[in-house]
């Protein structure tokens, strides 16, 4: 296996959490779910020029597009094929980083797997995928998708609203509450709902859900014996059956079900269709 990583120089260190490329073994299992993080992806499928999608809420059913997409910020689980971790390359950005780069509300792209020529100038995301597999190895791979990314740049500034809710929201998640950082930015709700949307993907309200689940999901995968009632209150739930909820509608799994199909990455998990028992 392969995996290497790498924060990218400024300015993109602003708004891109890292840069990597990931090479392995194919899986013995065909699909993964994948765990909302809040936060969009850029995905390049190495192996084949395309990307496979299977819609949970259309009986899984796949959709497929070019190999290079914007995975815009996810609210919900998605399924993806595990072939296409074979010979993958991807850009974490920070959430709302997308920003400079794309020229779309976060919130059109949210949930979604999107072209890049349909987000960038043609040239330049139809030559991507070319340019990163003509890269001698590892380190020219990510000098590549670097220089790329420098190419699409258009100096672009989150509004103050928002980069003051992120970093409310990144720095004391427990303890800041929506209405109180709405009051602090001096927007009516409506305004800094509509700003945050466009910016981030979703409403603050969903954006932080996903972050009090990421919480819990950092904790369960951490291994050992797991206090369910005790991991609850811990992340911000108001009790067991609250957690088992939020479980359920963020990765279609109860909490046990989650711990049972678990993978080496904790937002990455054993498709398991239809799964439903108790905590």
Known sequence: MLFRVRIPSPPL?????SIWLYENAPRPYALERILPTGSPNLIVNLKEDRVRRYEPEANYRCDSTSGAVLVGAQSRYS??????????????FKPGGTRPFMRVPAHEVCDADVPLDVLWHRPLARTLRERLLEAPGADAKLDTMEQVLLEA??????HRSVTYALQMFGRRPLLTSVTAVTDATGLSPKRFIERFKFE??????????VLRFQRAIARAHAGGRVDWVQL???CGFSDQAHLIHEFRAF???TPTAYLAARTESRNHVKF????DSGA
């Open 200 to 209: 981030v993907g979703m409403t603050p309200k969903r954006y932080c859900r």
């Open 79 to 92: 399924v993806i094929d595990t072939a296409e971790q074979e010979h993958v390359m991807g850009v974490a």
């Open 153 to 158: 740049w258009r100096p672009q500034e989150h």
């Open 13 to 17: 260190d602003a708004f891109v959490e």
């Open 232 to 234: 609850a209150l811990d």
């Open 251 to 253: 990765s279609g799994l």
């Open 272 to 275: 398991l269709q239809d799964v």
